[in-house]
Structure formats: structure tokens, C-alpha cells
């Protein structure tokens, strides 16, 4: 299969409507038996007691807050080197999944860091560089809405996340390069210290987000296709079929 075929806008449009469906039930899924083993098969911890049981919204929600705005800046790269407009479109769809991944790491952090910590928040490394990753991802879709030409804003955004995608090692590693109060990391290249259970509900949770995000951001995406190529012939062709109530393949 001929894979660089897809990075037309027209050939992408109808191979990620049969893929929202798909991701979605998996996302869907994954989050069920997770959430199910997280909560109600899952032991207590011995140390945090029941509060632990958050990591699996918490860790699922960080990792992925990451994740996109590493592939962000992939696609960003590719957009500004190859000059496909694919790729731009893909930045633009993942921003707001990444940016909603990332209020929930904090939000969930900070309800376990009150029984953990004694406080809300704290300026930790980690959370203060876990909240500039927040301000950048508002930044990203401030600024490519903010501008009228969508071509400088593709090129803006696309700085803004190239930039910025330094940000995520740094909250990565924060908890060996410093002494802060957030733990370190349970799940490692070599293993994992917590037990097989907990680590199958919070990868089960992380599979859900990913699967998730695969979704949402497919279907953002065909939207802005649509927007941005309504000129073509084809997808005048489609809008003109939606409005008429047809199937959108």
C-alpha cells in the first residue's frame, strides 16, 4: 500500500471517517475494563491508600498531554520542510485534545496532591513546567485563530510548536534533574515497582487516551478539511452533501 497517497487531503478525508469509528469503540473500551480494574479490582495502596486510584485518570492524562504535543511538533516539521498542507491540519486538529489532556493532568494532580502533599499545588519542576506546556497549547490556538491568512498561521503555529516541544523532556526528566516533591516514575524501561494489576488499569487508561485522541482529532480534522479546502471541487461536493442530509464517508 502506497501510504504517501494519504497525505492528500482528499484520499485522508475518507480513510479517517472509517477510522473515528473504529478508535472510538476501542477508546471506549479500553476505558471501561480500565477504569473497572482501577477501581474495583485493584488493591488498596499501601502507602496512599485509596487516594492512588486517581493515577489512572492522572498518568493516562499527562502522558498523552506530551505525546500530542510531540507529534504536534512532528507534523509541524514536516508541514514547514514539505510544505503539505496534511500536516498542518493534523497540528491544528490535535491542539485542543492536547490542551484538554493537559488542564485534566493538572486538575487530577492537584486533587492528588491535596491528601498527598497537603496543598493543592505547589511550584514543583514538574507541575510549573507541566503548566507551561497548558499556556503553550492555548498560545498554539490563540495564535492560528488569531491570524486571518491561514497559510501564516499554519507557519506561526508550526513555530510555536517547534519551540515549545522542548518543554516536554524537560517535564519529563524535572523529577531526576531536581529535587521536587512529584514522585519519580513507577513505570520504567527496565519494569515497573507497582503491582501487575495497577499497571494493567493505568496502561489499559492510557490506551483509552490514545485511542480517544485518535478519534477526536480525526474527526476534528476532517472538519477542517472541509474548511480549508471548500474551494475544491470535491469537497464542495461533500459539503453540498452533508447539507443535504448524505452520509459523510
Not at 486510584?53 to 502522558?63: M, Q
Not at 500536516?87 to 486538575?107: R, V
Request: aromatic share 16%; with cysteine.
Amino acid at each position: 500500500m502506497n501510504f504517501f497517497r494519504f497525505s492528500s487531503p482528499q484520499t485522508f478525508y475518507p480513510l479517517a471517517g472509517r477510522l473515528v469509528p473504529l478508535f472510538a469503540a476501542l477508546a471506549a473500551a479500553c476505558a471501561v475494563a480500565g477504569l473497572y480494574i482501577g477501581f474495583f479490582v485493584a488493591p488498596s495502596d499501601a502507602v496512599q491508600g485509596e487516594v492512588y486510584r486517581i493515577i489512572h485518570l492522572h498518568v493516562a492524562a499527562a502522558w498523552m498531554s506530551m505525546f500530542i504535543y510531540l507529534v504536534m511538533a512532528f507534523w509541524s516539521a514536516v508541514g514547514l520542510g514539505l510544505g503539505t498542507r496534511l500536516s498542518f491540519y493534523m497540528t491544528q486538529a490535535l491542539a485542543p485534545t492536547g490542551a484538554m489532556f493537559c488542564f485534566i493532568a493538572l486538575w487530577t494532580g492537584a486533587l492528588w496532591g491535596r491528601p498527598t502533599w497537603g496543598a493543592y499545588w505547589v511550584w514543583d519542576a514538574r507541575l510549573t513546567s507541566q503548566l507551561l506546556l497548558l499556556f503553550l497549547y492555548f498560545g498554539f490556538i490563540a495564535l492560528t485563530r488569531a491570524i486571518d491568512d491561514p497559510r501564516r498561521a499554519d507557519k506561526a503555529g508550526a513555530i510555536i510548536a517547534l519551540v515549545g516541544a522542548v518543554n516536554v523532556p524537560i517535564i519529563y526528566f524535572s523529577v531526576t534533574w531536581w529535587n521536587t516533591l512529584h514522585q519519580g516514575a513507577s513505570v520504567k524501561p527496565g519494569g515497573s515497582s507497582m503491582a501487575s494489576v495497577m499497571l494493567w488499569a493505568m496502561l489499559l487508561c492510557a490506551l483509552a487516551a490514545w485511542f480517544y485522541s485518535l478519534a477526536v482529532s480525526l474527526a476534528r480534522a476532517r472538519r477542517i478539511i472541509l474548511e480549508r479546502e471548500r474551494h475544491t471541487e470535491w469537497a464542495a461536493a461533500e459539503i453540498a452533501r452533508r447539507g443535504a442530509g448524505g452520509r459523510a464517508d
